[in-house]
């Protein structure tokens, strides 16, 4: 595959069959996909974002004057130098020659001038060794500390950037640079990270991970929507056609005959050299992975094997270690091209097919191998012929793997058990601060499920709206036929994937904080049980849903000897300074650690290499360090603290661990109960949730107080960052704990709503959230203030809102409050260009509404202006929903409630809020087809707006045009047209004649 072909077209499954003008390629789907598509829109990206990225970095990284002075000053210093030695060394020469030809009386001062010459000569040099580097760039080393070792020499302000450079440089400074380019996309680093990975897996022998077509695909929009956001539309535009011929191709591969040839795009000379080498590499790698026996590595400049190479390999390898370098070097720049120019694709082949000839020779079962051939040489431009096999059915799990999972082997092996069964439904629920979602994670990337047949999805059900989003836009990247001329009409796209859902087998579905309320999840399921589903959910699901019965995880509290392997794993007491025993042996050393049972902290010196004091002293100190640790991580005292205090609930252990490694006041174990006992809590909260049955959710409180009481009382921050960080975890609090974006509080600034520095001031509020996120209260985002744990959320909101400062917490919700009602203008005249900002903020409206229902917070937020302000942003959320998403199925509760509410808070007497509400509930009838319903809803508006009203005011006026369109819907059109005049003769009433 990937050599020059000159078949006839007839063979070719395409309407067009042109005669043929240059040769064509044969090439594998997949190889196409990986590499020719890939490397198109990786160097499109590199193209674009290289240059960019180093601009914005030099930007936000500015040199400081007097550094930047050293190095101008010390480059003059270098330059003057090594002019001295090229002017000294062009004397040398000319005497040296003067030297050869001179006669006997003039060579003896010829060559004392050539020793003082060459004197002059080695002092500039000496002077030039003894100059310092010339320090790079501020933006330099800060781009440098976001890079692995190996990448350092490749980041320079001069050299190419590859995609590895971009991406890992935009990573590591995301928060702090980047994130305002980024910022509509809440996934921005899984989204870099996809990048990087697909492009490293493309030298799929270097990091074991053969790409499928699902990756490339999830690639390739990754790419597009990193440069959509960064405002390069030509080069969004350009990949996001290149995606859309690979959506083609792999749909046509599933419904195509297995190994029709169907005609591609013409590749230029470079294009068909690269293809060629990519695919020519591949089947070389895979070939000398078959006669070693051992996986093939490229490491350090050069290609190796794994730790067991049978020795007959061993001075084999060695031999051939200039030619494996040269074909690690060569190969790389038709993957990665981190070496200038372009190598000889002829010279690769050859040294390739040396080590191939070498090799088989010296195989003992080379007879039932063929020796491997380099495909021929593309000598210019080239046609692409696709050879169509039916997709790889695995796909890489879409989200990362957590290390340090402790004490849920059992639960995990029985997960994937089930998961394996044909038409399994898995649920796996507990309380909060359990490890749900990671043991999911964990089952995803067992092997056993990862070879699954199938399309594999990881959802979020937390949010309706959030989980028709990732359902379609997963389907429309992955089975774009599915949903094809559905994505901006939800409730058809929904319909769609629960009909293709129904009628396939293979595939499997993750799904985050299920809930009774998931309405879509459950509709979409099938009934016919095809599919795989695993669901993590707070609420036992299977007494509602009988297809979890049998199925059902319950994750409990851990162990508690699991609860001390996680806070060893976290580094709990391995800080504490340990004083070594000069006088010690060696057998003595480890017959103490025997002693204490504790043989595994002992660590031996290095036999073959003389251990000197000071590695031995370094030596010494580890084991001290690792004995001090597990002698408090064995004590009783630990034990009865996690069970009876914390409930050996894992995120309360984990906060645990982290105060511990964080605090360096607390040394000890008794330290660690002392502060917890110094913190008091009710023992009956206003929810009525008591320290006896819900000991996991008061051991949390309690470590979220203490952590919350080290920050109030950290002396080493000023006191306007600690006010604002308390500020802002009290907003937090009562915001969404996800999807609460930054510019909420960024934009649209208004001296109104300054409750707080947070709300005004951006530099405040970066401090702010950098406190935060040190002292674990939430994770870092991208468009989101953060990413908090919701148990963590409850019990800073009864801390710091609902039993904390009473101002503070009128204040914050006062901003909020304003803040939402000034963000999230949106009704049906809304231009399209603000939609997505309105998107971004959905999430954070309904979840600010619904803590109205919430009853803690009931006489906080029991006042008429907070009240009007939610039933307002219910409407316009439900209006949002409607015209924006094109689901008003998700917008029907919203607008009931809103006219309930009208009701309850006898908000009833405001016409022009409950009329609004009433004729939104009209609006989503009629797109829901209800039209009987809607009738009656508009009628009531028109009576009403007629009775409280001012006879002349124009809602009146439209209350009767609103009504006349329902009976026109209806059929009623006499009905209708006695209001349409109605409506006339009281706007020529009412309104000047220029209206």
Not at 636 to 665: H, K, Y
Not at 772 to 779: D, E, L, M, T, V
Request: contains cysteine; neutral net charge.
């Amino acid at each position: 595959m990937g050599c020059i072909s000159s078949k006839n077209a007839k063979k070719y499954d395409d309407d067009t069959h042109t005669q043929e003008i240059v040769p064509s390629m044969e090439i594998t789907l997949i190889d196409f996909l990986a590499g020719h598509m890939l490397r198109t829109a990786l160097f499109k990206f590199e193209d674009v974002m290289g240059p960019w990225v180093k601009a914005t970095m030099q930007q936000h990284v500015p040199d400081d004057p007097t550094n930047l002075a050293e190095a101008v000053a010390l480059d003059e210093q270098r330059s003057d130098l090594t002019n001295q030695q090229n002017e000294l060394s062009i004397r040398r020469e000319t005497l040296q020659a003067r030297l050869k030809s001179a006669v006997s009386e003039d060579r003896s001062e010829l060559h004392q001038q050539l020793q003082t010459v060459q004197s002059a000569w080695t002092e500039v040099k000496q002077q030039l060794a003894a100059l310092p580097p010339t320090p790079p760039p501020a933006w330099i080393e800060e781009c440098h500390a976001g890079v692995g070792r190996t990448m350092k020499p490749f980041v320079t302000a001069d050299t190419r950037w590859d995609t590895h450079v971009i991406v890992s440089v935009m990573r590591a400074n995301l928060r702090e640079i980047f994130a305002q380019y980024l910022e509509d996309h809440f996934h921005a680093k899984e989204l870099l990270g996809g990048i990087i990975r697909v492009s490293a897996a493309r030298t799929r022998r270097a990091h074991r991970e053969a790409l499928v077509e699902a990756d490339v695909l999830d690639a390739l929009l990754a790419i597009q929507t990193v440069l959509e956001q960064c405002k390069f539309v030509e080069a969004a535009n350009f990949v996001s056609q290149l995606l859309a011929d690979a959506k083609g191709w792999v749909e046509r591969a599933r419904t195509i005959r297995v190994g029709t040839i169907i005609q591609g795009p013409s590749l230029s000379a470079s294009d068909a050299a690269a293809q060629t080498a990519y695919t020519a590499i591949s089947s070389w790698e895979k070939w000398v992975e078959t006669i070693v026996g051992q996986d093939l590595i490229y490491k350090d400049g050069t290609i190796t094997f794994g730790q067991d190479l049978d020795p007959q390999w061993v001075d084999v390898i060695k031999g051939l270690h200039s030619h494996l370098k040269a074909v690690a070097v060569q190969g790389r720049h038709w993957y990665f091209h981190h070496i200038p120019g372009r190598p000889d694709l002829d010279e690769t082949f050859d040294r390739m097919k040396r080590i191939a000839s070498t090799l088989h020779a010296s195989c003992a079962h080379s007879r039932t191998i063929d020796v491997w051939s380099p495909p021929s040489t593309p000598t210019g431009p080239a046609r692409a012929h696709l050879v169509m096999s039916p997709p790889a059915t695995r796909m890489t799990p879409p989200i990362p793997r957590v290390a340090g999972i402790v004490g849920r082997d059992t639960e995990i092996a029985q997960a994937v058990q089930l998961l394996l069964q044909p038409k399994a439904r898995v649920l796996i629920h507990g309380l909060p601060g359990m490890g749900k979602d990671v043991v999911m994670a964990e089952i995803a990337h067992h092997p056993s499920v990862q070879e699954l047949d199938g399309i594999q999805m990881w959802l979020q059900a937390s949010s309706e709206p959030i989980f028709r989003r990732q359902l379609i836009q997963h389907f429309a990247t992955h089975r774009p036929r599915v949903v094809k001329g559905l994505e901006n009409n939800t409730n058809k796209a929904v319909a769609a994937i629960k009909r293709w859902l129904s009628n396939n087998r293979s595939w499997v579905m993750f799904v985050e904080d299920a809930s009774l309320t998931s309405e879509t999840l459950w509709n979409i399921l099938p009934r016919n049980g095809s599919g795989r589903v695993v669901v993590t959910s707070q609420a036992p699901l299977q007494t509602q849903y009988p297809v979890f019965k049998r199925s059902a995880i319950h994750l409990k509290a851990l162990d508690t000897r699991d609860c001390v392997e996680l806070l060893r794993q976290l580094g709990a007491f391995a800080n504490a300074k340990c004083d070594l025993r000069e006088n010690e042996s060696e057998d003595q050393l480890r017959s103490r650690c025997e002693a204490l049972g504790v043989g595994d902290c002992y660590i031996p010196p290095i036999v073959h290499r003389s251990e000197n004091s000071k590695a031995r002293k370094a030596r010494w100190l580890r084991i001290e360090t690792r004995l001090s640790q597990e002698v408090e991580l064995s004590r009783p005292e630990l034990n009865t603290f996690l069970q009876n205090v914390v409930g050996n609930l894992p995120l309360s252990v984990a906060i645990c661990g982290n105060l511990v490694r964080s605090d360096p006041r607390i040394r000890n174990v008794n330290d660690l109960i002392e502060l917890f006992e110094k913190q008091s809590v009710e023992t009956l909260d206003i929810a009525g949730r008591d320290r006896i049955h819900d000991l996991h959710y008061f051991g949390l409180l309690l470590s979220t107080k203490i952590n919350l009481k080290r920050l109030q009382s950290d002396g080493s921050l000023p006191k306007r960052d600690r006010t604002a960080a308390i500020t802002l975890l009290a907003a937090f609090s009562m915001l969404d704990r996800t999807l609460t974006p930054e510019t909420f509080f960024k934009s649209k600034q208004n001296a109104s709503l300054a409750k707080s520095d947070i709300f005004t001031n951006a530099a405040v509020l970066q401090r702010a959230q950098e406190v935060c996120i040190r002292y674990g209260f939430f994770r870092p985002s991208l468009v989101s203030i953060g990413i908090m744990h919701q148990q963590v959320q409850r019990c800073l909101r009864t801390a710091l809102v609902t039993g904390g400062d009473t101002q503070l917490a009128r204040a914050v919700v006062t901003s909020i409050t304003e803040r939402l009602s000034s963000h999230f203008q949106f009704n049906g005249d809304t231009p399209p260009s603000m939609w997505p900002g309105c998107r971004q903020l959905a999430p954070c409206v309904e979840g600010w509404c619904n803590l109205f229902q919430e009853p803690d917070l009931h006489d906080l937020l029991a006042v008429q202006k907070f009240r009007t302000a939610c039933i307002t942003m219910m409407n316009r959320l439900s209006c949002l929903y409607i015209f924006a998403n094109g689901d008003a199925s998700a917008a029907l509760p919203l607008s009931r409630q809103a006219v309930h509410l009208c009701h309850s808070w006898r908000a009833a007497n405001d016409c022009g809020l409950r009329n609004s509400s009433l004729n939104m509930l009209a609006i989503v009838y009629t797109r829901l087809g209800r039209h009987s319903h809607a009738l009656e809803l508009r009628i009531n508006v028109m009576e009403c707006a007629k009775r409280d009203l001012h006879p002349d005011h124009p809602a009146i006026a439209t209350s009767m045009n609103n009504l006349a369109v329902t009976y026109s819907t209806l059929g009623r059109h006499q009905d209708a047209l006695g209001l349409n005049v109605e409506v006339v003769a009281f706007c020529r009433r009412v309104l000047p004649p220029d209206h």
